[in-house]
Structure formats: C-alpha cells, structure tokens
C-alpha cells in the first residue's frame, strides 16, 4: 500500500512539472522567495508609441564664401548678422575693394599706355616703310643707269668698259642689301606692333580681372533663408583642434580668400532627423503621425509625419533596447519662422494599434547570452524562458511565446537572491528611455 501511494505521488508530481514546462522552457532553476514582486502576463489593446530626440534640419543650404582673390586676405567691411532673414539677390557679405580699384587704375594707365605705343609703332613703320620704298627706288634706278652705261661699252675704251661693268654689278649688289633690309625692316615693325597688341591684351585682362574682382568683394544671397555665420579659422591661422571654440566673423576682419564665412539656410522646409533602436525600428512606417515639441518653444506642439526611416548607424554600447540605431527623418507638417535649424525635438511617433496583444511591464524583460529571456513562477522557485519582443511601447513590452496567465518575476531572482544589485529589464526597457 505505502509502495502504490508513492508511486501515486510520483506521477502527479510529473503531470505538475510537465504542465508548468508548457508556460516556461526551463534553462536555469533559482530559488523562490516572497520578497521577489511579480507580474502577469496578459492580453490588452494597446497603441504603439515610439519616443525619440531629434534636431532641426534644412533640406537646403547654401555657403558664402570669400571671394578666390590673389593678393593676401581680405578685410571685411559688410556682414549680415547671424539669424537675419535674406532674400534671393540680397547683400550679405562685401569685401573692401581698395586694392582692387587701385589695382584697376594701374590696368586702366597700363592699357592706355599700350594703345598710345601701338599708335606710335604704325606711325613709326608707315615711316620707314616709305623710305625703303624711296630707297628701293633709288636703287632700282641706279641699277637701271647701270645697264644703259654698259650698253655703250661697245664704243668705249676696255677700261671705261670695265668701270662700267664694275658700276652695274654694284649697283645689284646695293639694291639686293636693300631688299633685304627692307624686309628686315618690315619684320622688325610687325614684331613691334605685336609686343604692343600683347601689352594692350594683357593690360585688358587685367583690367577686366579687377573689374570681376570689384564685383566679387559684394556677395548676395542665393536663397531665401536664415543667415548662419561660421567660425573665423583664419584667426587661428586656419589651424583647428577638436574641443576650439572659433569665434563667429565680425565686420572688420580678414579673411584668406576662400574661406568659409557664412550659410543661407532654407527655414522654409525643415526636418528633423532622429535615431530610434532596432526593436523600435520594426514598429515604424512612412506616414505615421508625430507629435513634436521643441525644447526652445516650451508650450507649443507641433505635427508631422514619418518621411523615411534609414539604415543602421553604429551601436551604442549604452543603448540597451537594440544593438544598431536607424536614422529616421520627421517632415513638418507646416512651416514655423520661430524653428531654427539645430533646436533640439522631442517625438512621439503615434504606430499601430494593436488589439489583445500579449504583453506585461517592460521592465519584466531581461537579456541573457543575447537573448531576451523572462523568469517564471513555477512551484516556489523560477525558471528563465526564452521569449521575442514584437514592440516596446510607454513601458509596455508585446511578446510572442508566453502564455497569457503567466506569472513572471518583475526583477532578477538569482540577483536578488544573491544579494546582488537588482538587474532591471535593461535589455528592453520601455521607449521612452531607451530612445533618449
């Protein structure tokens, strides 16, 4: 009789444990204690919230530059002030010109001056020219007198034959030198009236250089937009090391030609890019609704919507809701002359609407070897099972794998009853926190 009872026993302490072992998977049994508070699973509706931080952003912007100007820096003598609103077509950046209009005033002298020697050198070549033609004259003449002497050497001695001769053959020779120098001459005036043309070129683009130069020193707005000044690095002498505070360009400084001064930014169509982790990501669409607050406006509350949700970033290694972050991008449902691009907002992105979900306190979740475990109740002790976070929302977390009754432990049992600092559900912690 003893014998059957124990068996009995034995048996209904199996059915027990197999029942308890539908509920929870066991890995690891810890010891029960009544000071370990609980939750139970169950089935709720509920309205998917994702909470997030994110910046102001403007889809366009468009940089002010000093001028790419030869001849040491620049001083500045107008600047826009930072915020102000600017047109298309505005003056928002001049330079002082001084050295440019002196600059083009030598140019100027330099081009007349090169005009007067161009002058000179036709004047100069239509001379020489009508002498070499008289000369050539002359020559052809004396060559032509020549010959009819040397005609008459039939009737003449044999030494006023020769002399004659003599006489013709040098006249040839003289009007062979003149040709030849008068082509000299003619190349020789040819090359001074292009050294003067070149001069006159070059003292044109000069002059046309310094003109564009003048009009460069004024800079206006490409876009409507709000006036961003930059960092002066030339004050470092274009030198910068992480932690430097520049100080912002001011009217009278110098700047090295090309450098940065300034930004239009387009206020007109702002974002605001965010970061959410990889469990909150799964809950996000395009079009969803997003209640926005700026940190600057307390008080107000504005709208948008999803615009796009990106590719993982680089983990964090404090995030403990997800192992990447996903940029996300909010649109603005209107446009505020109050946002500024760089204000800090606060989002809650409205998702899905889920009805009965399974679900109970997020803080109820843990992480063991990379896995999202929870301990059950089973008897008067726990048992660690394997459970998947389908979404985390205003503390809440939504499983797939645990019956809905289930009993769970709200804080670690091995932790608490080692007397070790209680572990919290740091790896799925509610999004509220988990997105800060």
């Not at 000069?206 to 460069?216: D, F, L, T, V």
């Not at 409507?224 to 002498?237: E, F, P, Q, T």
């Not at 306190?361 to 999202?372: R, S, W």
């Not at 009993?407 to 999004?431: F, I, M, Q, T």
Request: glycine share 8%; proline share 3%; aromatic share 4%.
């Amino acid at each position: 009789m003893n014998g059957r009872t124990a068996y009995a026993i034995t048996f209904v302490l199996a059915l027990a444990m197999g029942g308890s072992s539908i509920a929870c998977r066991q890995t690891t049994v810890l010891a029960g204690t009544a000071e370990i508070p609980t939750t139970t699973v169950k089935e709720v509706d509920l309205q998917l919230k994702v909470f997030t931080k994110g910046a102001l952003q403007t889809q366009q912007s468009r940089g002010i530059s000093a001028p790419p100007i030869a001849g040491g820096t620049l001083q500045i003598i107008q600047l826009a002030a930072a915020g102000t609103q600017v047109h298309t077509g505005d003056v928002v950046l001049e330079f002082d010109p001084s050295q440019q209009e002196y600059n083009l005033g030598q140019n100027r002298s330099d081009l007349e001056q090169a005009e007067q020697e161009i002058v000179k050198a036709k004047a100069d070549a239509a001379v020489k020219t009508a002498e070499d033609q008289t000369a050539h004259l002359k020559a052809k003449y004396a060559v032509r007198k020549a010959e009819l002497e040397v005609s008459k050497n039939e009737i003449l001695g044999q030494i006023d034959a020769q002399k004659n001769i003599l006489a013709l053959e040098e006249a040839k020779r003289a009007l062979v030198q003149l040709e030849q120098d008068i082509r000299s001459h003619s190349a020789s005036n040819e090359a001074a009236l292009a050294i003067s043309e070149e001069k006159r070129h070059k003292a044109r683009l000069a002059m046309e250089q310094a003109e564009r130069n003048i009009k460069n020193m004024r800079i206006s707005s490409p876009i409507d937009g709000l006036m961003v000044i930059h960092g002066n690095r030339d004050s470092s002498g274009g030198m910068f090391f992480g932690g430097m505070t520049l100080p912002d360009y001011h009217v009278g400084d110098q700047a090295n030609p090309g450098s940065s001064i300034a930004e239009v930014i387009d206020s007109s169509h702002l974002e605001i890019s965010a970061q959410v982790g990889e469990t909150d990501r799964t809950n996000l669409k395009t079009g969803q609704a997003v209640d926005i607050t700026i940190d600057a406006l307390p008080g107000e509350t504005f709208s948008g919507k999803v615009k796009s949700v990106g590719g993982a970033t680089a983990r964090e290694f404090w995030d403990d809701n997800s192992k990447h972050k996903f940029d996300v991008n909010i649109q603005l449902d209107r446009a505020d002359p109050r946002l500024r691009p760089g204000f800090e907002a606060r989002l809650n992105i409205l998702g899905d609407h889920l009805t009965r979900a399974v679900s109970l306190p997020a803080e109820a979740i843990f992480e063991h070897d990379g896995k999202k475990v929870v301990y059950c109740e089973r008897g008067r002790g726990f048992e660690m099972q394997e459970v998947k976070v389908r979404a985390l929302s205003e503390g809440r977390a939504v499983l797939d794998g645990i019956p809905i009754g289930t009993v769970v432990a709200l804080v670690n049992p091995d932790k608490k009853r080692s007397g070790k600092p209680k572990e919290s559900g740091s790896a799925a912690p509610s999004l509220s926190a988990s997105s800060n």
